[in-house]
């Protein structure tokens, strides 16, 4: 099963750079937009932005929305396509047991997705506290905060996980990468407030719905498995 | 000796009788050309044989192993196939699509895998990508993987589509080695073609097979060989129904 595993990550391994790089740079100027948002605008309702941790909640929820629709653009590519019109034929001609297969390509991908996505958070997180000690924007207390960082940087992956891959097996349901990218594109418009709200206030429960969400999509992902073990390729 | 029997096989799809099939047996070192009309159900047959179709009833074995879902696996690694492609190896270059086969197959890389590419005349790079090449190119690159793992029985659908004069000559030279210790199943609607291959040939009508005959016994009961072979089955398909 690991041999499967780390044959399939090494196939995918050409998506960490492109996927590290993107949430690494969208942290950062999501960071850099709302700290200067908060800095510069005093109004009552942007108040909250003179936060660090209110900052950080509203970056990571909109790092979250452009790399859950990215990241489902590139399940359509590395997992969902295998699985819709004539490409099953090619992947079930395989000599494995299609569920095992499914499942070692879905955990590859998530290996990467997760894999790129927690550099990437850590590293921007970094620099912006690094660099906000030469150019002060916003006050940040080191220990919190980077308790903060952690904890927003797991919610962020469990719930851009949870939306790629819920929308993949809505596109693998459904025979169809383009609907699996809409799916994906309907999650984040319900999931976006609810995740800004809660990291930027509530954020362990935050965490704790992040892990639910993870365990639901863990149980989809079994349940398309066994259905796939009993699909045919027509 | 390998034996690939259907026995009483049916398949329906959305209520309706795709595939009906009393008895079929195919031994080794034969070439059985699979003929019919458009909606016959040749690739039905096929992608049952291959499991990527569950009949409704009846088995499909090779010597003594039933096709199901546990066996499944083992069934593959018999088995070459080259359906129609897809387009999810685009994407791919030769090499990586080679070496997911090998990988999955369990078979040893070799050294180099422009080897591979020219027992089926491909002369292009193992890093070029596949959707760059031709659909002929592509149909030997196929053909090239289909037969990589030495399989018992190789399943060719429509293997002469888009192929060139010489790509045809290629396939056929390629046919006919192969066939000396396997089953060769190929569909294809170029009789001229398939005549100069097959040594058997079976015709299926609305999910029905004829009683299999040789290329012999085909010139020697139809003035017009194979194509009349062809036209009496589907007239006496026709006739009953």
């Known amino acids: 099963m690991m041999k499967h595993f780390n044959f399939e990550f090494s196939r995918m391994k050409k998506m960490l750079l492109p996927l590290g790089l993107t949430t690494g740079i969208l942290q950062l100027l999501f960071l850099y937009f709302f700290a200067l948002v908060g800095r510069f605008d005093a109004s009552d309702e942007n108040n909250m932005l003179t936060s660090y941790s209110s900052v950080l909640g509203l ?10 629709i ?12 295998d699985y819709v019109g004539m490409n099953k034929s090619k992947t079930y001609l395989l000599p494995i047991s299609r569920k095992e297969l499914f499942y070692t390509k879905t955990k590859a991908f998530s290996a990467v997705i997760s894999l790129s996505m927690i550099v990437g958070l850590l590293i921007s997180n970094l620099v912006f506290m690094m660099m906000n000690v030469i150019i002060p924007l916003i006050k940040i207390s080191p220990l919190p905060h980077t308790i903060d960082v952690v904890v927003s940087t797991i919610a962020c992956i469990c719930l851009t996980l949870t939306i790629i891959l819920f929308s993949s097996f809505i596109g693998i349901k459904l025979n169809s990468t383009v609907q699996g990218i809409i799916a994906s594109i309907v999650f984040v418009v319900f999931l976006s407030n609810l995740s800004a709200i809660t990291l930027m206030s509530y954020e362990f429960l935050s965490l704790l719905v992040a892990i639910a969400m993870i365990v639901l999509v863990t149980i989809a992902g079994i349940s398309m498995g066994r259905s796939i073990d009993k699909n045919e390729a027509l | 000796m390998t034996q690939l029997k259907i026995d009483h096989v049916t398949k329906s799809i959305d209520g309706r009788n795709i595939l009906r099939i009393d008895n079929l047996i195919f031994k080794n070192n034969g070439i059985y050309g699979l003929v019919g009309p458009n909606g016959a159900g040749k690739t039905t047959l096929l992608k049952c044989v291959c499991g990527l179709l ?5 088995d499909i074995r090779i010597d003594d192993l039933i096709l199901n879902q546990e066996t499944r696996t083992d069934f593959l690694k018999k ?3 080259v359906f129609a492609q897809s387009d999810s190896i685009f994407d791919l270059s030769i090499k990586e699509l080679l070496e997911e086969h090998y990988y999955f197959f369990g078979l040893t890389a070799p050294k180099k895998w ?3 590419l020219e027992n089926v005349g491909l002369d292009v790079s193992e890093k070029q990508m596949i959707g760059s090449l031709s659909l002929g190119m592509r149909q030997r690159l196929l ?3 289909a037969i990589s793992h030495t399989p018992e029985i190789l399943i060719l659908d429509e293997p002469f589509n888009g192929l060139d004069p010489d790509g045809v000559v290629l396939t056929k030279n390629l046919i006919e080695q192969l066939s000396q210790d396997k089953i060769v199943i190929i569909t294809s609607h170029s009789f001229a073609d398939l005549n100069d291959v097959i040594t058997d040939a079976i015709v299926m009508a609305k999910g029905q097979t004829s009683t299999r005959k040789t290329i012999a016994e085909i010139n020697e009961e139809f003035s017009d060989g194979l194509m009349g072979f062809y036209h009496s089955f589907i007239n006496s398909v026709q006739s009953l129904n």
């Open chain 2, 143 to 145: 053909l090239a993987v």
């Open chain 1, 59 to 68: 970056a990571t929820t909109g790092t979250m929305c452009v790399l859950a």
């Open chain 1, 70 to 81: 990215y990241g489902t653009v590139m399940a359509s590519q590395y997992l969902v396509r």
């Open chain 2, 114 to 116: 422009s080897t591979i």
């Open chain 2, 79 to 81: 088995i070459g196939s």
């Open chain 2, 54 to 58: 569950v009949p409704n009833a009846g």
